[in-house]
């Protein structure tokens, strides 16, 4: 019978988070979807993983070389069963009761393209949910990210995303960029398709696994941003903007702390104390409270920086790619 879903998840070198994947996917309690897994050149494939869920999930498993995850997922959605296309990341879980969400939800409003929030298991390690408080915490970036609306116009990011078949014939495939979720959003709403948040059908995101790799992520964020205000003027928001503020005016204040008086301090003393204690409230637990502080910095100082170095070069030196070149790979040439 024909699914009414295909996942489409792009691995590279995961079989132990492939396996918790598919096993949330082998305990939801409506399974109307059919898996796609496309290894983008793993040299650790998740081959034994697939045939261990062979057997209760549809699963389709495909081999590809490493040519990037808007590929791997593009090459999913040809391969394709389902009038409905979703997306996780590979170290996503799934609660059990997710696809009964969406589709109760997607039947009472229909839907072109949705997306989820993310939140941290109780089996997460201390460091994953620090980070995950990190990137959804109105204390920080979380704001203007997938599950927050209030202050951006939502976009559905690929940790938990879906759209219609319908869509994709219309808007195409993922452009291999950084922010690609992002620029598919855009996409589709510029198409005129409808766009929602399905605030219940949220993942569990392991995230990163340590807080230097965390900083490289939101690093690149923060510069990709650049590249999608070259792709659509009009897209770049002040709030965006609010990390690089942080970073200058902390900065400042630390230059200031040092040099004049130790008071010009506070401010960011205010900042980590509120970070700690919103954490708190939030996680419940001291430990990552703790470590949650650190995290947040990180999050913003990151971005921060990734946003003001590719400001600086982008747009202010004019170097890189050309804002032509930038017009041209928008309209997909």
Not at 133 to 159: E, N, W, Y
Not at 311 to 317: A, G
Request: net charge positive; aromatic share 12%.
């Amino acid at each position: 019978m024909k699914p009414d879903f295909s996942i489409i998840v792009p691995v590279y070198n995961r079989p132990a988070e492939v396996a918790d994947l598919l096993g949330s996917l082998d305990a939801q309690t409506l399974k109307n979807f059919e898996v796609i897994l496309v290894e983008d050149g793993s040299t650790v494939p998740c081959r034994e993983e697939v045939e261990r869920y062979s057997s209760s999930l549809d699963i389709k498993y495909f081999m590809r070389p490493n040519e990037g995850r808007s590929i791997a997922r593009n090459y999913g959605m040809q391969n394709a069963s389902g009038d409905y296309f979703l997306f996780f990341d590979s170290d996503c879980m799934l609660p059990p009761r997710y696809f009964e969400t969406i589709t109760d939800r997607l039947r009472a409003e229909p839907l072109d393209c949705y997306g989820g929030p993310d939140a941290a298991h109780d089996d997460f390690s201390l460091t994953q949910k620090a980070i995950n408080f990190a990137m959804t915490s109105f204390l920080t970036t979380g704001g203007i990210r997938g599950g927050k609306v209030s202050m951006d116009r939502f976009v559905p990011r690929t940790f938990n995303m879906g759209f219609s078949r319908r869509v994709y014939d219309c808007v195409g495939g993922f452009r291999e960029m950084f922010s690609e979720d992002i620029d598919m959003s855009t996409r589709i709403r510029e198409a005129g398709f409808s766009i929602g948040l399905i605030r219940d059908a949220f993942v569990y995101h392991k995230r990163r696994i340590s807080l230097k790799k965390f900083w490289r992520q939101v690093h690149v964020f923060g510069m990709s941003r650049i590249t999608l205000k070259l792709l659509y003027p009009g897209s770049l928001k002040p709030v965006h903007a609010l990390p690089a503020l942080a970073v200058v005016i902390g900065v400042l204040l630390v230059l200031a702390g040092i040099f004049i008086s130790p008071w010009w301090l506070l401010p960011i003393g205010v900042y980590l104390l509120a970070l700690f204690v919103s954490a708190l409230f939030s996680t419940r637990s001291l430990r990552v409270s703790l470590l949650a502080v650190p995290a947040s910095v990180i999050q913003i100082c990151g971005y921060g920086s990734g946003f003001i170095r590719a400001w600086v070069w982008k747009i202010l030196l004019r170097h890189g790619r050309d804002i032509n070149d930038e017009i041209e790979m928008r309209r997909g040439k």
